[in-house]
């Protein structure tokens, strides 16, 4: 079966399906229209029409659909039953109450579901918790589709590593691990992501392995953001410059080059979540996940806290005090704002009374309203209180303190919670995490 459906996608007889055409799945989509024929597929008829004119709003491609292999994109469901392989790369965010939301990629499996036929085989790249894909996914799929997993359809398991705005550590660049439900149906896999990731897969014992395995990647950086967060706190207080302290420490040749910061995005503050969840349900608790999520968290409360102190050390009623917020994205050089920390305090400073303004030369406005309600100024002030410079995005590096003191009171503060400025700022009160 695995061999004979190697061979129809050799021959491009066999269509692969790529649902979800976001961050993840529209790299994944355009990789694999090079190689072979490719449906791509996103409920996002916006999204859709965009990539249809050449536009990716994600700014991950640079020419979208323009200039690849013949592939078919579209907003309907149509055209899926003619594929063989789907791989799913739709978002898994939580909720509210910082559970597993699980939504998207059940909606996902319930379209491909009402297509799939025998020896289809179906591969998950959602980040999940350990055991979602045999769990969760299986039988949502045979539900629907009537059919037997791993007897009747295959399931397969590769982690999407996309990191958004990097150019280096690209799909091709960075190894793919891969799993499946069975030694035949891993031949498939193992195929399709030899033929578009250069720097080659690894191959992982079973897909709990790989789900783990993606999980405990952020969890570690969560876990070493959490560590530096705390360390800058406490520094700040015995009045010892973490900027001084984190280059004196980098001359050492195994120390990691993490740094204080608002931990945000999709995954960082997102996966930690999914692995807590799972170890709910085995009556284990990891005690230093949870609480670095806690730690970084907190830095929220850090940052409104310090921009308030500064406001009552100069007089100013907080009602009153105007407040820039340069770089809203969750991240340098990326338009993705979803879970931007600083949003989070540009809304706590405003349920406060502060007159908050918020730039980005990179942010998806329209994805910012919806999401937060927030609107991105076309023209900066020049009578602000305080200044937060909170995504280190290429294009401030460019700019010097004249910029700042041209557009603050006297007395202002620049919080500058990435330090690009530290020691650069002499004009003006500074402030770094």
Request: hydrophobic share 40%.
């Amino acid at each position: 079966m695995s061999t004979s459906l190697i061979e129809q996608l050799q021959q491009r007889t066999a269509l692969i399906a790529v649902l979800g055409l976001g961050y993840t799945g529209w790299p994944l989509a355009n990789a694999l229209s090079e190689h072979f024929e490719v449906i791509g597929y996103d409920p996002n008829e916006q999204r859709v029409s965009d990539l249809l004119n050449g536009v990716d709003r994600t700014g991950e491609s640079v020419n979208a659909s323009k200039g690849t292999a013949p592939m078919h994109l579209d907003s309907t469901p149509g055209m899926l039953h003619k594929a063989c392989c789907y791989i799913i790369a739709v978002p898994t965010p939580v909720n509210e109450q910082s559970e597993p939301d699980l939504q998207y990629l059940q909606s996902a499996l319930r379209t491909v579901g009402a297509v799939l036929k025998r020896g289809d085989l179906v591969i998950v790249e959602s980040t999940v918790y350990p055991g979602c894909t045999e769990e969760f996914c299986i039988p949502i799929l045979e539900e629907h589709s009537g059919l037997k997993g791993t007897i009747d359809f295959g399931m397969g398991y590769s982690p999407e590593r996309i990191n958004p705005g990097d150019r280096i550590h690209t799909l091709a660049s960075v190894t793919k691990l891969v799993a499946a439900s069975d030694a035949k149906w891993l031949d498939v896999v193992k195929f399709i992501y030899d033929v578009i990731v250069p720097a080659g897969v690894f191959v992982c014992s079973s897909i709990k392995v790989a789900e783990a395995a993606k999980i405990t990647e952020n969890i570690q950086r969560d876990v070493n953001i959490a560590l530096m967060n705390q360390l800058a706190e406490l520094y700040q207080r015995l009045h010892i410059p973490t900027g001084e302290v984190w280059q004196a420490a980098a001359t050492k040749w195994n120390f990691l080059p993490f740094r204080p910061g608002l931990a945000g995005g999709h995954c960082i503050s997102v996966d930690p979540y999914y692995l807590l969840h799972k170890a709910s349900q085995v009556s284990f608790s990891p005690t230093l996940v949870a609480e670095a999520r806690r730690i970084n968290e907190m830095v929220k409360a850090r940052i409104v806290k310090r921009l308030l102190a500064h406001l009552e050390q100069a007089g100013v009623d907080k009602k009153s005090a105007r407040i820039l917020i340069m770089g809203v994205t969750f991240k340098a050089n990326v338009a993705d704002v979803r879970n931007a920390k600083i949003a989070e305090v540009a809304l706590e400073l405003m349920k406060l009374g502060c007159h908050i303004d918020l730039s980005d030369p990179l942010a998806d406005a329209a994805a910012l309203q919806q999401e937060y309600g927030l609107t991105l100024v076309q023209t900066e002030k020049v009578d602000y209180d305080i200044i937060v410079i909170a995504a280190d995005h290429a294009a401030y590096y460019t700019l010097d303190e004249d910029y700042f003191c041209q557009r603050t009171r006297t007395g202002a503060l620049v919080a500058d919670l990435n330090g690009i400025y530290r020691n650069k700022i002499n004009q003006r009160n500074y402030w770094t995490l």
